[in-house]
């Protein structure tokens, strides 16, 4: 399975060193439709293919009987993401693509690159130790006030001059008109801190698990009469926080 490394990169190595070795490359930009899935199954199926090369698609449910190996690159490259579930995704993923090998009684292998071979999410899934991964991030997310603890709430304030973000974004900061038991977090530059000409910076507002928190920040935002160069996009309870 390839995550960071180009996958077209590591089909041409593959050539290199396994020339007489047929191959097929598992990812949606390859096989964009479900035909073309289908049929590349099917030829996997067949035995017709000796090395499958694919993406997190790889990982999605499909059964491949006689495959008895299988390699994931680059393995730690989902915990590098800002979002308090990569870990949880990660380790789905992980788990998900190790799943394929040796599914149909053969014996198997499956083989990890990381840079960071003593992580305790590595380390689970070496052990197969599901339950204690779980229930590790639990007390993690428990300690910090995390979903599903608490409510989050992203928001992102941008705007195409970076001067009058910078302004506004801190004159938000400084009116926090929360309850005291609902953080303001911020603002910080946003991990992708420009979008289509907009600068962006964002706010974290944490609060508990039942509170009304579209209320706060309604009253909040209603504080300040922005200027129409400012724009606000709020999202609850997000998945990611770019």
């Known amino acids: 399975m390839q995550t960071g490394l180009g996958i077209e990169k590591i089909d041409e190595e593959l050539h290199r060193l396994l020339p007489d070795m047929s191959r097929i490359i598992f990812s949606s930009d390859y096989l ?3 035909g073309s899935i289908s049929a590349a199954l099917r030829q996997i199926k067949e035995n017709k293919i000796d090395l499958i090369i694919g993406t997190q698609l790889i990982s999605k449910g499909h059964n491949f009987p006689s495959l008895t190996y299988v390699g994931i690159l680059d393995a730690d490259f ?19 693509v190790s799943g394929r090998a040796g599914r149909v009684k053969q014996e198997s292998k499956v083989k990890i690159m990381t840079h960071m071979p003593d992580h305790p999410l590595l380390q689970s899934l070496k052990n197969n130790q599901k339950q204690e991964f779980y229930n590790a991030e639990l007390t993690i997310r428990n300690s910090s006030r995390m979903p599903p603890f608490a409510r989050l709430v992203a928001i992102i304030v941008s705007s195409k001059n970076r001067k009058l973000l910078n302004e506004w974004s801190q004159k938000l900061a400084l009116i926090n008109n929360f309850p005291k038991d609902v953080e303001l977090l911020g603002p910080i530059e946003a991990p992708i801190s420009r979008m289509r000409q ?3 910076q964002r706010f974290l507002i944490r609060g508990p698990k ?12 209603d504080s300040l009469k ?14 990611n926080f770019l």
Not at 78 to 96: H, P
Not at 226 to 239: H, N
């Open 32 to 34: 964009p439709s479900s």
């Open 78 to 96: 989902g915990l590098e993401v800002t979002d308090i579930r990569a870990s949880e995704r990660t380790y789905q993923i992980l788990n998900q």
């Open 198 to 200: 907009y600068y962006r």
């Open 226 to 239: 922005l200027p129409p160069q400012i724009r606000i996009t709020i999202d609850v309870d997000p998945q």
């Open 210 to 221: 039942n509170c009304n928190i579209q209320l706060y920040i309604k009253r909040w935002l």
